[in-house]
C-alpha cells in the first residue's frame, strides 16, 4: 500500500488529488463506522439469578460485593437465605439467626469491606470476612433514650476512627442519629465501639419521612426522603396526600450532640432510590423521575433523568438503569451525564444492583418472572477486545502509515529540490 500511495503522489496532481480525495473518503467511512460501533461493550445477559448453598437459581434481593466475594440476601427453593461467599468457592449460610430477611432495611458495605445491617430495634450487626473465615458482631444500643429501628447507615472514615450516621424510625416518626467515634486501630470491633456514643434522635420539624444517608466528607451527610404536601399551592385532598422527594445536608461529627439538618431541597414529582458516592467526594442522588448531583460543597444541581436503580463503578463514575426494555442508560462522570446506547432492549426488570471488581452486576427478572442477571464490563470500553476499541486502533494504525508516507515522499522531493 506504501508503494501505491507513494506512485499517486510522485505523479501529476490530478493523481494527487485523487489519493487526498480517496484518504478524505476513508476518513469520513472510519467515523461512520467507530459511530456505529457506539453501544456499550461488555455486557453480558445470563437467564438466571445466583446459585447458592441448598438452593439453585435464586432470586437476589440484595447484594454486596469485596472483588469477588460477597454477602447476598437471595429468595430460592428455600425461602430466603443470607450467604457469604468467599468467590473462590467456599459459602456459609449466615442467615441463620435473623428473623426476617426480606424485611432486612439495608446492607452498607463500610470502608474495610464488612457489611452493616440491623436485624432487630436497636441493633446493628457487623460482617467481617477473612478469606474463608466469617465474623458477626453484633452491637447493641443505648435503649435508655428510645426504641427505633435503623432503616440506612452511612460511615465517615478518618485516620484512627471512623462515625456512623444512621436514618432511623422513632415511633412512626423518622429521623438521625450519630455513633461514635469508633476505634479503627482496636483488635476487634467489639473493643472499638466500647467508647462509642450513641446521640439522641434528631428533631424532625417538618412533615418529612427520611429514607437514605450519605456521606459527604467533613462531618457533613446527604439523606433523602418524602416530604408529605410539601408544596402548598396544589390542591390535594387530606386523605391522599401528595409526597415529593427531598434532599438534606445534614451535620453531624461529634457526640453527644444530635446530628442536625442545615438545608434541605424539594422537588417535583417521583422518589430517590440510590444515594451514590462518587470519587471526588461528591454524591449522586438518582431518581426515578430526577437525578441530582450534590457537590462537596454542598451545591445542588438537578437533571432531568430518572432510572430505577444506580451504582457507582471503581472509577466513581454513576451508572443509571432503566426500566425493562430500554435502549439506553445513564453515566456521570466527573457530575457530567452521558447516554449510552445499548446494542439491545434492557432484558429484565433490575431489583438490585451492585459492583464486583470491574464488573456491574444487576440483578432481577425476566419477563416470565424468573431470575436473571446482566452485567457489565465497564473496563471494556475502548479496549482492543470491543469493535469500537479494534475499529479505532485500525483507524489509527492506517492513518499512521497513510499520514508517514506522504510526508516521507514529500520530505524526500523537498531534499531533491535542494
Same mark, same amino acid.
Given at each position: 500500500?506504501?508503494?501505491?500511495?507513494?506512485?499517486?503522489?510522485?505523479?501529476?496532481?490530478?493523481?494527487?488529488? /485523487?489519493?487526498?480525495?480517496?484518504?478524505?473518503?476513508?476518513?469520513?467511512?472510519?467515523?461512520?463506522?467507530?459511530?456505529?460501533?457506539?453501544? &456499550?461493550?461488555?455486557?453480558?445477559?445470563?437467564?438466571?439469578?445466583?446459585?447458592? %448453598?441448598?438452593?439453585?437459581?435464586?432470586?437476589?434481593?440484595?447484594?454486596?460485593?469485596?472483588?469477588?466475594?460477597?454477602?447476598?440476601?437471595?429468595?430460592?427453593?428455600?425461602?430466603?437465605?443470607?450467604?457469604?461467599?468467599?468467590?473462590?468457592?467456599?459459602?456459609?449460610?449466615?442467615?441463620?439467626?435473623?428473623?426476617? &430477611?426480606?424485611?432486612?432495611?439495608?446492607?452498607?458495605?463500610?470502608?474495610?469491606?464488612?457489611?452493616?445491617?440491623?436485624?432487630?430495634?436497636? =441493633?446493628?450487626?457487623?460482617?467481617?470476612?477473612?478469606?474463608?473465615?466469617?465474623?458477626?458482631?453484633?452491637?447493641? +444500643?443505648?435503649?435508655?433514650?428510645?426504641?427505633?429501628?435503623?432503616?440506612? +447507615?452511612?460511615?465517615?472514615?478518618?485516620?484512627?476512627?471512623? /462515625?456512623?450516621?444512621m436514618v432511623t424510625n422513632e415511633e412512626g416518626t423518622s429521623s438521625f442519629r450519630g455513633f461514635g467515634s469508633i476505634d479503627e486501630t482496636a483488635d476487634s470491633l467489639s473493643t472499638s465501639v466500647q467508647q462509642s456514643q450513641l446521640t439522641a434522635a434528631m428533631i424532625n420539624n417538618g412533615d418529612i419521612t427520611w429514607n437514605s444517608v450519605e456521606s459527604l466528607g467533613d462531618g457533613r451527610w446527604v439523606a433523602s426522603g418524602l416530604a408529605t404536601n410539601a408544596f402548598s399551592n396544589e390542591d390535594v385532598s387530606p386523605a391522599t396526600p401528595i409526597k415529593h422527594p427531598v434532599l438534606g445536608i445534614i451535620s453531624w461529627s461529634k457526640a453527644p450532640a444530635a446530628p442536625t439538618l442545615t438545608?434541605?431541597?424539594?422537588? %417535583?414529582?417521583?422518589?430517590?432510590?440510590?444515594?451514590?458516592?462518587?470519587?471526588?467526594?461528591?454524591? +449522586?442522588?438518582?431518581? %426515578? %423521575?430526577?437525578?441530582?448531583? /450534590?457537590?462537596?460543597?454542598?451545591?445542588?444541581?438537578?437533571?432531568?433523568?430518572?432510572?430505577?436503580?444506580?451504582?457507582?463503578?471503581? $472509577?466513581?463514575?454513576?451508572?443509571?438503569?432503566?426500566?425493562?426494555?430500554? $435502549?439506553?442508560?445513564?453515566?456521570?462522570?466527573?457530575?457530567?451525564?452521558?447516554?449510552?446506547?445499548?446494542?439491545?432492549?434492557?432484558?429484565?426488570?433490575?431489583?438490585?444492583?451492585?459492583?464486583?471488581?470491574?464488573?456491574?452486576?444487576?440483578?432481577?427478572?425476566?419477563?416470565?418472572?424468573?431470575?436473571? =442477571?446482566?452485567?457489565?464490563?465497564?473496563?471494556?470500553?475502548?479496549?482492543?477486545?470491543?469493535?469500537?476499541?479494534?475499529?479505532?486502533?485500525?483507524?489509527?494504525?492506517?492513518?499512521?502509515?497513510?499520514?508517514?508516507?506522504?510526508?516521507?515522499?514529500?520530505?524526500?522531493?523537498? &531534499?531533491?529540490?535542494?
Amino acid at each position: 500500500m506504501a508503494k501505491g500511495w507513494r506512485g499517486l503522489l510522485e505523479e501529476e496532481s490530478e493523481h494527487q488529488w /485523487i489519493a487526498m480525495a480517496t484518504f478524505f473518503i476513508f476518513i469520513l467511512l472510519g467515523a461512520v463506522l467507530i459511530q456505529g460501533t457506539s453501544s &456499550l461493550p461488555g455486557v453480558d445477559y445470563q437467564s438466571y439469578g445466583l446459585d447458592y %448453598t441448598g438452593g439453585e437459581d435464586g432470586r437476589v434481593l440484595n447484594i454486596v460485593y469485596d472483588n469477588d466475594a460477597y454477602v447476598a440476601v437471595v429468595y430460592g427453593t428455600n425461602g430466603a437465605v443470607m450467604v457469604y461467599n468467599d468467590g473462590s468457592g467456599y459459602e456459609e449460610n449466615i442467615g441463620g439467626n435473623y428473623d426476617d &430477611l426480606m424485611g432486612l432495611p439495608f446492607m452498607t458495605q463500610l470502608s474495610d469491606g464488612s457489611v452493616a445491617t440491623s436485624p432487630t430495634d436497636n =441493633t446493628i450487626e457487623v460482617i467481617e470476612h477473612d478469606g474463608k473465615s466469617v465474623e458477626q458482631t453484633r452491637i447493641d +444500643l443505648d435503649q435508655s433514650n428510645g426504641i427505633f429501628s435503623i432503616k440506612d +447507615l452511612a460511615e465517615q472514615s478518618g485516620d484512627d476512627s471512623s /462515625i456512623w450516621v444512621m436514618v432511623t424510625n422513632e415511633e412512626g416518626t423518622s429521623s438521625f442519629r450519630g455513633f461514635g467515634s469508633i476505634d479503627e486501630t482496636a483488635d476487634s470491633l467489639s473493643t472499638s465501639v466500647q467508647q462509642s456514643q450513641l446521640t439522641a434522635a434528631m428533631i424532625n420539624n417538618g412533615d418529612i419521612t427520611w429514607n437514605s444517608v450519605e456521606s459527604l466528607g467533613d462531618g457533613r451527610w446527604v439523606a433523602s426522603g418524602l416530604a408529605t404536601n410539601a408544596f402548598s399551592n396544589e390542591d390535594v385532598s387530606p386523605a391522599t396526600p401528595i409526597k415529593h422527594p427531598v434532599l438534606g445536608i445534614i451535620s453531624w461529627s461529634k457526640a453527644p450532640a444530635a446530628p442536625t439538618l442545615t438545608t434541605f431541597e424539594e422537588y %417535583t414529582s417521583g422518589e430517590f432510590h440510590s444515594l451514590l458516592k462518587l470519587e471526588d467526594g461528591s454524591v +449522586l442522588a438518582a431518581g %426515578t %423521575t430526577t437525578t441530582v448531583h /450534590i457537590a462537596s460543597s454542598g451545591a445542588m444541581t438537578e437533571h432531568n433523568y430518572g432510572s430505577v436503580v444506580a451504582v457507582a463503578d471503581s $472509577e466513581g463514575d454513576g451508572w443509571l438503569f432503566g426500566i425493562t426494555g430500554s $435502549e439506553s442508560m445513564i453515566r456521570f462522570t466527573e457530575s457530567q451525564p452521558e447516554k449510552i446506547p445499548l446494542a439491545l432492549q434492557l432484558p429484565l426488570e433490575i431489583e438490585t444492583v451492585a459492583l464486583s471488581g470491574e464488573v456491574i452486576m444487576a440483578y432481577g427478572m425476566d419477563p416470565s418472572g424468573s431470575p436473571a =442477571t446482566y452485567s457489565i464490563d465497564v473496563s471494556a470500553e475502548g479496549s482492543i477486545d470491543s469493535g469500537r476499541g479494534f475499529l479505532s486502533m485500525l483507524y489509527v494504525a492506517t492513518t499512521s502509515i497513510v499520514m508517514g508516507v506522504m510526508f516521507w515522499t514529500a520530505i524526500k522531493r523537498m &531534499l531533491r529540490i535542494d
